[in-house]
């Protein structure tokens, strides 16, 4: 039997939650990116041959409750008030789609959404340079930022490249 996992498709979505309860707010911020549906997996930072970049809507109408997803994510929760956080993807897309790219994943404290976005994209840009001493034909990125905003309250923000077998 071929198990062959190798994504066809992937796309990105960032999401923010709160709650009193650590867990609830991840889960908060799962259902704000639109996939708390799934079994996520994380993996690592590899774009695979031939992986076409989806809208989060074309990507979401070919997953099932309940499915194994496999996803980059990146994820930061805090409980400080004021405290600004963020998460963020980049990723760096091949000039021959016959090999591989680069996807990054970044969390901060203190940084904007901007920046993280863009520090994310670099990093995917550097490593995808490191691999192939080129420069990669695109480079993209998903941010998310969210201020704390009560005492006792927890605030998770996540990012996340989401593959479709």
Known sequence: MNMNLVPKKVFFTSGVGRHTEYLESFETALRSAGIEKYN??????????????VSKEEGLAELSPGQIVFCVMSRNSA??????????????IPKDINTHGYISEH??????KAAAGKYAEQLARSMYHTWTKEEPIKTVHIARSADVEDELRWTTVLSAAVFVI
């Open 107 to 112: 969390h901060a404290f203190g940084q904007t």
């Open 40 to 53: 996520l997996v994380t993996v690592s930072s590899i774009l695979p041959p031939h992986c076409m970049i």
């Open 79 to 92: 409980d400080e008030p004021s405290r600004l956080i963020t998460s963020s993807i980049g990723c760096a």
